[in-house]
């Protein structure tokens, strides 16, 4: 149940402000529901009342980080003026670049695990497909590709960039973070070319 004399809603933002932060300062492992709770100062039972259990708070989280990452991953891209190329290439090294400068937040949307039987929520399943929508609008702009291979090309290059990302991060086959960049936009002009 909700602290009494606390506006359910404010107690709601609290505790997902309170998992931001020990995401962000310790990492997604030190986000227990103990640890959330005793940050935003209210009772265990409140984090059950009103979000039935930590996974949905970290998905809010999650929600937030996705926001926050496509809006920089964009601004990067609109930054570039010309051809799409340039724009996707900008689009996947702002990617890359969020994930390396955020990586306690970057991690945590990849850590959580769903039961296969239960569905994400809608919402951040629109979210995240509005995100693959817009890497899927970019290819519009001057490639003949039907709304369909959009979709798919926009997909297919989010993978593939995200496991450069992950490998690159992780360093465990070498190289820097120059090196990631340059993989990157070798991965997004090779793409294109096919196109």
Known sequence: MARKGKDPEALRSA???AAEQIIIQEGFRACSARAVTGKAGCALGSLGYLFGGL???ILEVNARTLLEMGNFMFAEAEKMSGSTSKK????ALGYFRYARDHLNRWEALFALRWAAQEALPSDYL?????LLDRIATLFAEDMPLTVPERSVLARTMYEAVHGIVVLGLDRRLGGSHEDV?????LL???MLIQI
């Open 15 to 17: 505790i997902t402000d």
């Open 55 to 57: 996974d949905n708070v």
């Open 88 to 91: 996707l290439e900008a689009l």
């Open 126 to 130: 629109a979210l995240r497909g509005n």
């Open 181 to 185: 960049e340059g993989r990157i936009r």
């Open 188 to 190: 997004v002009g090779k």
